[in-house]
């Protein structure tokens, strides 16, 4: 797999070590006090939107797939991510629910995967990849694919401006872009509502602190 260094970059800080300390650091910590958008208002975000066919891409840690609420106790359920520590934790975590597993650059045409989907999860993954929403735009057309008619895509991001952010999150915020952990300084709301608008009748951004919600719907595909 061919990956250039600021794609390489933001995954590269899941290694054990970074996923061992994520959910107390970014899940607990961050999301309320840095970010103003608690890890709750996530999970209610999830547990609306999850179908029992789900795609979760960005799985990080697997919290969010391990502490939501299926329509079923028996979902088909597929991982993927780019760092493979990411998707050992996240495969070890959720087993109950034998999830199939792919590694992939969400940036790159998916071309492994066969299946089709009712929901597609991105949560805190744009913010993770370089260039702009414009760009980032890919993700969704290359996603759009595996989704099936009726199908949402839901997720959150980060975004640095349109949204309220305190001096303390600008700060962590610019040291992780310097570091290319984040990339987001160009990721506005009114960039994000542009970029889904211009793709999709029917979507919806819902903004908590820096973080924006949103959903958008194949069905309505413009
Ligand atoms: C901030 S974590 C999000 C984890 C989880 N979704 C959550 O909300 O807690 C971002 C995840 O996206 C993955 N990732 C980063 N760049 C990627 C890329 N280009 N393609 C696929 N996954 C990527 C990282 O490895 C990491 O697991």
Redo the contacts with the bound molecule.
């Keep these: 797999m061919e990956l250039s260094q600021d ?1 390489k970059a ?2 590269s800080v ?1 290694t054990s070590m970074g996923l061992a300390i994520y959910d107390v650091l970014v ?1 607990s910590i961050s999301n309320s006090y840095i970010w103003k958008c608690p890890t709750r208002k996530i999970l209610e975000h999830f547990n609306k939107n999850i179908s029992n066919k789900h795609l979760d ?5 697997g ?2 797939l391990d502490k939501c609420n299926f329509p079923t106790n028996k979902p088909t359920l597929a991982i ?4 493979t520590n ?1 998707l050992n934790k996240t495969q070890k975590r959720i087993k109950r629910y034998n999830p199939k597993k792919y590694r ?4 790159d045409k998916l071309t492994q995967i066969d299946e089709n989907y009712d929901s597609i999860s991105i ?3 744009l913010h ?2 370089p260039g702009n929403l414009i760009s980032k735009i890919k993700v969704f057309e290359n996603l759009l694919p595996l989704l099936n008619q009726d199908g949402v895509i839901f997720g959150s991001t980060i975004l640095s401006d349109g949204v309220k952010k305190s001096t303390t999150a600008s700060k962590l915020m610019s040291i992780y872009n310097k570091k290319k952990i984040f990339c987001n300084m160009e990721d506005t709301l009114e960039n994000l509502d542009a970029i889904l608008a211009s793709r999709f009748k029917n979507y919806s951004i819902e903004v908590v602190g820096c973080v924006a919600l949103f959903k958008v719907q194949k069905q309505e595909l413009c």
């Design positions: 794609v933001g995954q899941y899940l891409v960005g799985v990080g840690t919290y969010f993927m991510d780019l760092n990411s992939a650059n969400i940036l949560n805190y993954l993770c990849l």
